[in-house]
């Protein structure tokens, strides 16, 4: 089967520096996606990542291992404004993008 | 720029009523359109997707249906909704198959079924 896996939930203090992990077990793979959800909102693309290495993007940053099945997100200079959800999706051999549950972050004063 | 609309924002329903969601997207064409359904707490549950008119793929067997009369609509739809259709409906479209195409959604209609 195919399966993302993603922290439930995480916690940081703003200012801070914070990674969010994502493993994945897919059938083929055509990109990673990062998209972030507010609560009440719909999800906002971030990020895209198809080759290993590191994309960065202002504070954002998005990190692929293809070997590893495995990436993550880095939030730099974390604001208040970071509070939201973290979806890890995946562009399967169908070209469908296969999501997981998404990661909480919670940012603290 | 393109942009996508979802209506209504918020649905309340009874238990059996039957539902219409529409889904229009602008400055675009022939794109791919998506359904998805998120419950509370949830990751995105793909529902339906189409290429194009006229063409609808199931993901998820359920008393939801999908249409897309024209090339930039896409309607959800049921005759009899159940209390477990209640969730934040989500329309997303991309440009094509590429794989760098992300998928962009519109602002969600949540139902509450009662």
């Known amino acids: 089967g195919q399966n993302i896996d993603q922290p439930t939930e995480m916690t940081a203090t703003e200012g801070a520096i914070v990674q969010i992990n994502c493993t994945y077990q897919t059938s083929g793979f055509n990109g990673l996606f990062w998209y972030q959800q507010h609560a009440g909102e719909a999800p906002t693309f971030l990020s895209y990542n198809v080759l290993d290495g590191l994309e960065e993007k202002g504070r954002f940053s998005s990190f692929l291992s293809r070997s590893k099945g495995y990436s993550y997100l880095l939030l730099k200079e974390l604001q208040m404004k970071d509070s939201a959800s973290y979806l890890c999706a995946v562009k399967d051999s169908n070209y469908q993008l296969i999501w997981g549950a998404g990661t909480k972050l919670i940012i603290k004063p | ?114």
């Open chain 2, 1 to 114: 720029s393109q942009t996508i609309h979802q209506w209504p924002a918020t649905l309340v329903q009874p238990v059996g009523s039957p539902l219409s969601l529409e889904c229009t997207v602008e400055g675009t064409s022939n794109p791919n359109l998506y359904w998805y359904r998120q419950a509370a707490g949830r990751g995105l549950q793909l529902l339906f997707y189409s290429v194009g008119i006229g063409q609808i793929s199931s993901e998820v067997p359920q008393n939801l249906s999908a249409s897309r009369p024209q090339d930039r609509q896409f309607i959800l739809s049921s005759k009899k909704l159940l209390l477990s259709d209640s969730g934040f409906y989500l329309c997303a479209w991309t440009s094509g198959r590429e794989e760098s195409r992300a998928q962009y959604f519109g602002p969600g209609t949540r139902l509450l079924v009662l």
